[in-house]
């Protein structure tokens, strides 16, 4: 049972351009969302995240979009740069379970 | 500050061995976790301690999986006997407290079990 969802598996943008990276989650109770990117033969490394309290987050080249209607995050990442290229997960928690639970990942290629 | 060690990168056994991997958090982070991610999914947590407390195992396979975190620091995660599906990359990640802390991800280690 997939509670979060990335329907995606791969995703190419240009140099320059925007890449948005979609995720969809089931659990209500889920309060605290977050992305990590991930390069081969490395262990993921945290992006950025975003609380059910707010609808959007920014962080430089990247924001998280939280639709908690529509169980839907996203992330933007302008302008997309080849050193993002990458495979990127979302990941959502429910703060009262304690535990973390990972998409299937995009990966994303920024062809220059 | 030094991130997550995890020792060995890769490893390949046969079905039906044992193995066990090992795992140094960040220094003063005090929330393990242990995670399983097999090719094209996501990671998939396996156990979660606070200090040398198990706070979660409910997703660990406890009939041939086992982790131990002694003194609230190291850890080590053993499969025994290995079966072919436990193939995968074996992360260990740690927090400085709970959950809702930044997870920090050590490198993983890749096992292949023929």
């Known amino acids: 049972d997939q509670q979060v969802k990335q329907n995606s598996p791969s995703l190419s943008v240009q140099e320059g351009r925007i890449s948005i990276l979609n995720c969809d989650y089931t659990?209500?109770?889920?309060?605290?969302f977050l992305w990590y990117k991930k390069y081969p033969a490395e262990g993921p490394t945290f992006l950025i995240s975003?609380?059910?309290?707010?609808d959007k987050n920014e962080d430089g080249r990247f924001t998280v979009f939280l639709n908690k209607s529509a169980k839907h995050l996203s992330l933007h990442i302008v302008p997309s740069q080849p050193g993002d290229s990458a495979v990127y997960f979302c990941?959502?928690?429910?703060?009262?379970?304690?535990?973390?639970?990972f998409g299937t990942g995009t990966r994303l290629t920024v062809i220059p | 500050e030094a991130g997550v060690a995890q020792s060995p990168r890769y490893k390949i056994i046969e079905k039906r061995q044992s193995v066990a991997f090992w795992c140094n958090p960040i220094?003063?982070?005090?929330?393990l976790y242990w995670y399983q991610q097999i090719l094209g999914q996501g990671p998939k947590l396996l156990i979660q301690?606070?200090?040398?407390?198990?706070?979660?195992d409910s997703q660990l396979p406890k009939d041939r999986f086992s982790a131990e975190r002694l003194k609230g620091v190291d850890s080590t995660l053993k499969i025994q006997p290995a079966k072919l599906e436990d193939s995968a990359v074996y992360l260990c990640?740690?927090?400085?407290?709970?959950?809702?802390?930044?997870?920090?991800f050590g490198p993983g280690t890749r096992l292949l079990v023929l």
């Open positions: 301690f606070q200090n040398n407390g198990v706070v979660d």
């Open positions: 975003i609380s059910s309290i707010k």
């Open positions: 220094s003063g982070h005090a929330t």
């Open positions: 659990n209500s109770m889920f309060d605290y």
């Open positions: 990941a959502a928690e429910d703060s009262g379970a304690n535990n973390l639970f």
């Open positions: 990640a740690s927090s400085r407290s709970g959950v809702t802390e930044t997870q920090y």
